[in-house]
Protein backbone atom coordinates (compact mmCIF):
# COMPACT_ATOMS: atom_id res chain seq x y z
CA UNK A 1 0.00 0.00 0.00
CA UNK A 2 1.12 3.74 -0.60
CA UNK A 3 0.98 5.16 2.37
CA UNK A 4 -0.48 8.66 2.79
CA UNK A 5 -1.22 11.03 5.84
CA UNK A 6 -4.84 12.53 5.46
CA UNK A 7 -5.75 15.84 5.60
CA UNK A 8 -9.13 18.02 5.10
CA UNK A 9 -8.56 20.20 2.43
CA UNK A 10 -6.44 17.67 0.09
CA UNK A 11 -6.48 15.58 -2.82
CA UNK A 12 -6.03 11.94 -3.28
CA UNK A 13 -5.03 9.46 -5.70
CA UNK A 14 -7.06 5.88 -5.09
CA UNK A 15 -6.67 2.78 -6.89
CA UNK A 16 -6.82 -0.91 -6.38
CA UNK A 17 -7.94 -3.96 -8.56
CA UNK A 18 -9.54 -7.41 -8.39
CA UNK A 19 -7.41 -10.23 -6.59
CA UNK A 20 -5.19 -12.37 -8.76
CA UNK A 21 -6.74 -9.38 -11.28
CA UNK A 22 -9.85 -11.05 -11.41
CA UNK A 23 -12.83 -9.01 -12.71
CA UNK A 24 -14.69 -6.87 -9.96
CA UNK A 25 -17.26 -5.79 -12.49
CA UNK A 26 -18.94 -8.49 -14.53
CA UNK A 27 -22.26 -6.69 -15.67
CA UNK A 28 -23.95 -3.73 -15.77
CA UNK A 29 -25.76 -3.76 -12.83
CA UNK A 30 -22.70 -4.08 -10.53
CA UNK A 31 -21.22 -0.51 -11.86
CA UNK A 32 -24.19 0.74 -10.69
CA UNK A 33 -24.34 -0.65 -7.40
CA UNK A 34 -20.66 0.53 -6.80
CA UNK A 35 -21.74 3.76 -8.01
CA UNK A 36 -24.62 3.97 -5.62
CA UNK A 37 -22.80 2.82 -3.09
CA UNK A 38 -20.31 5.96 -3.49
CA UNK A 39 -23.05 8.28 -3.43
CA UNK A 40 -24.79 6.81 -0.28
CA UNK A 41 -21.94 6.49 2.12
CA UNK A 42 -20.74 10.04 1.28
CA UNK A 43 -22.23 10.47 5.00
CA UNK A 44 -21.06 11.89 8.28
CA UNK A 45 -24.11 10.31 9.77
CA UNK A 46 -23.87 6.42 10.79
CA UNK A 47 -25.24 4.83 7.91
CA UNK A 48 -26.20 1.14 7.57
CA UNK A 49 -26.95 -0.46 3.87
CA UNK A 50 -28.17 0.59 0.99
CA UNK A 51 -31.15 -0.69 1.62
CA UNK A 52 -31.48 0.86 5.42
CA UNK A 53 -30.62 3.92 3.71
CA UNK A 54 -33.69 4.36 1.20
CA UNK A 55 -36.08 4.38 4.22
CA UNK A 56 -33.78 6.61 5.87
CA UNK A 57 -34.13 8.96 3.52
CA UNK A 58 -37.77 8.67 3.68
CA UNK A 59 -37.94 9.90 7.66
CA UNK A 60 -35.37 12.79 7.32
CA UNK A 61 -34.83 15.67 4.93
CA UNK A 62 -31.90 17.13 6.48
CA UNK A 63 -29.11 17.26 3.91
CA UNK A 64 -26.31 15.24 5.12
CA UNK A 65 -22.71 16.91 5.07
CA UNK A 66 -20.06 14.83 3.53
CA UNK A 67 -17.21 13.21 4.26
CA UNK A 68 -15.42 13.55 0.94
CA UNK A 69 -15.79 15.38 -2.22
CA UNK A 70 -15.64 13.07 -5.64
CA UNK A 71 -13.31 14.88 -8.17
CA UNK A 72 -13.38 12.19 -10.61
CA UNK A 73 -13.47 8.63 -10.91
CA UNK A 74 -12.96 5.13 -13.92
CA UNK A 75 -14.19 2.00 -12.63
CA UNK A 76 -12.92 -0.78 -15.08
CA UNK A 77 -14.02 -4.18 -15.16
CA UNK A 78 -10.75 -5.77 -13.12
CA UNK A 79 -9.69 -2.24 -11.17
CA UNK A 80 -10.57 1.27 -10.67
CA UNK A 81 -9.54 4.85 -9.71
CA UNK A 82 -10.54 7.82 -8.28
CA UNK A 83 -9.36 11.18 -7.04
CA UNK A 84 -11.02 12.43 -3.58
CA UNK A 85 -10.85 15.42 -1.40
CA UNK A 86 -11.06 15.24 2.13
CA UNK A 87 -13.61 17.09 3.73
CA UNK A 88 -14.63 15.64 7.29
CA UNK A 89 -11.56 14.66 9.54
CA UNK A 90 -11.03 10.61 8.53
CA UNK A 91 -13.35 11.31 5.44
CA UNK A 92 -10.99 9.44 3.33
CA UNK A 93 -10.57 6.33 5.51
CA UNK A 94 -14.41 6.01 6.52
CA UNK A 95 -15.51 6.38 2.96
CA UNK A 96 -13.09 3.70 1.48
CA UNK A 97 -14.08 1.43 4.65
CA UNK A 98 -17.60 1.46 3.54
CA UNK A 99 -17.05 0.92 -0.11
CA UNK A 100 -15.32 -2.44 1.27
CA UNK A 101 -19.27 -3.29 1.71
CA UNK A 102 -19.33 -3.54 -2.17
CA UNK A 103 -17.60 -6.78 -1.61
CA UNK A 104 -20.15 -8.60 0.45
CA UNK A 105 -22.90 -8.02 -2.11
CA UNK A 106 -20.66 -9.16 -4.84
CA UNK A 107 -19.71 -12.42 -3.21
CA UNK A 108 -23.59 -12.76 -2.35
CA UNK A 109 -24.71 -12.22 -5.82
CA UNK A 110 -21.90 -14.44 -7.40
CA UNK A 111 -22.01 -17.14 -4.36
CA UNK A 112 -18.48 -16.81 -3.81
CA UNK A 113 -16.40 -16.58 -0.37
CA UNK A 114 -13.17 -14.55 0.33
CA UNK A 115 -11.91 -11.42 -0.46
CA UNK A 116 -12.08 -9.44 -3.54
CA UNK A 117 -9.73 -6.61 -3.60
CA UNK A 118 -5.90 -7.09 -3.56
CA UNK A 119 -5.28 -5.36 -0.12
CA UNK A 120 -5.87 -2.04 0.95
CA UNK A 121 -6.48 0.73 -1.72
CA UNK A 122 -2.90 2.51 -2.73
CA UNK A 123 -3.28 5.98 -2.32
CA UNK A 124 -1.16 8.71 -3.69
CA UNK A 125 -1.46 12.24 -1.73
CA UNK A 126 -1.50 14.64 -5.05
CA UNK A 127 0.51 17.73 -3.95
CA UNK A 128 0.16 19.71 -6.51
CA UNK A 129 -1.94 21.68 -8.65
CA UNK A 130 -0.17 20.42 -12.15
CA UNK A 131 -0.39 16.94 -10.06
CA UNK A 132 -4.44 17.76 -9.74
CA UNK A 133 -4.55 18.35 -13.18
CA UNK A 134 -2.54 15.73 -15.12
CA UNK A 135 -4.03 12.77 -12.79
CA UNK A 136 -7.22 14.40 -13.75
CA UNK A 137 -6.87 13.31 -17.32
CA UNK A 138 -5.25 9.83 -16.29
CA UNK A 139 -8.18 8.72 -13.92
CA UNK A 140 -11.19 10.14 -16.59
CA UNK A 141 -10.06 8.75 -19.28
CA UNK A 142 -8.27 5.44 -17.71
CA UNK A 143 -10.60 2.61 -19.57
CA UNK A 144 -9.32 4.57 -22.73
CA UNK A 145 -5.61 3.89 -21.39
CA UNK A 146 -6.62 0.30 -20.69
CA UNK A 147 -8.50 0.31 -24.52
CA UNK A 148 -11.66 -0.26 -23.37
CA UNK A 149 -14.83 0.20 -25.46
CA UNK A 150 -17.00 2.42 -23.28
CA UNK A 151 -19.95 -0.07 -23.01
CA UNK A 152 -17.15 -1.78 -21.10
CA UNK A 153 -16.52 0.81 -18.10
CA UNK A 154 -17.72 3.62 -16.24
CA UNK A 155 -16.28 6.67 -15.67
CA UNK A 156 -16.72 10.41 -14.84
CA UNK A 157 -15.69 11.50 -18.19
CA UNK A 158 -19.14 12.19 -19.40
CA UNK A 159 -19.89 14.17 -16.96
CA UNK A 160 -16.64 16.38 -17.80
CA UNK A 161 -17.36 17.22 -21.54
CA UNK A 162 -21.22 17.68 -20.33
CA UNK A 163 -22.20 14.51 -22.41
CA UNK A 164 -24.36 13.54 -18.76
CA UNK A 165 -26.52 15.37 -16.34
CA UNK A 166 -25.52 13.07 -13.57
CA UNK A 167 -23.68 15.41 -10.94
CA UNK A 168 -21.33 12.66 -8.79
CA UNK A 169 -18.59 14.87 -8.76
CA UNK A 170 -17.05 18.12 -7.91
CA UNK A 171 -15.38 19.59 -10.84
CA UNK A 172 -15.27 22.99 -10.03
CA UNK A 173 -11.64 22.26 -9.31
CA UNK A 174 -10.44 21.06 -12.62
CA UNK A 175 -12.98 22.87 -15.30
CA UNK A 176 -12.88 25.91 -13.44
CA UNK A 177 -9.27 26.03 -14.98
CA UNK A 178 -10.03 26.39 -18.37
CA UNK A 179 -11.96 28.63 -20.85
CA UNK A 180 -14.52 25.77 -21.59
CA UNK A 181 -14.66 21.88 -21.15
CA UNK A 182 -13.68 21.79 -24.94
CA UNK A 183 -10.13 22.54 -23.84
CA UNK A 184 -10.33 20.83 -20.69
CA UNK A 185 -10.92 18.05 -23.60
CA UNK A 186 -7.89 19.15 -25.49
CA UNK A 187 -5.61 19.05 -22.17
CA UNK A 188 -7.20 15.70 -21.52
CA UNK A 189 -6.34 13.97 -24.69
CA UNK A 190 -2.70 15.41 -24.90
CA UNK A 191 -2.43 14.56 -21.00
CA UNK A 192 -3.03 11.07 -21.63
CA UNK A 193 -1.24 10.99 -24.26
CA UNK A 194 1.84 11.93 -23.13
CA UNK A 195 1.20 10.14 -19.70
CA UNK A 196 0.72 6.83 -21.52
CA UNK A 197 4.19 7.26 -23.82
CA UNK A 198 5.90 8.30 -21.06
CA UNK A 199 4.95 4.85 -18.81
CA UNK A 200 5.75 3.18 -21.77
CA UNK A 201 9.09 3.77 -21.84
CA UNK A 202 9.89 4.33 -18.38
CA UNK A 203 7.27 2.80 -16.48
CA UNK A 204 6.54 4.20 -12.63
CA UNK A 205 3.31 5.55 -13.60
CA UNK A 206 2.90 6.87 -9.54
CA UNK A 207 6.34 8.85 -10.37
CA UNK A 208 5.37 10.08 -13.49
CA UNK A 209 2.11 11.64 -12.19
CA UNK A 210 4.07 12.95 -9.24
CA UNK A 211 6.30 14.90 -11.87
Known amino acids: MIRASFAVGEYYHIFNRGVEKRNIFLDQRDFDRFLESMLVFNTTEPIGGIYAHSFMKQVSQKPAKRLIHIICYCLNPNHFHMILEEVADGGVSEFLRRLGGYTKYFNHKYKRNGVL ?21 YVNCNDRAHGLRHCMSKSSWDEYIGKTTDALCEKKIILDQFASKAEY ?9 NILERKEKHGELEKILLE
Open 185 to 193: RDFTENSLK
Open 117 to 137: LQGRCKIVHIETNKQLLHTSA
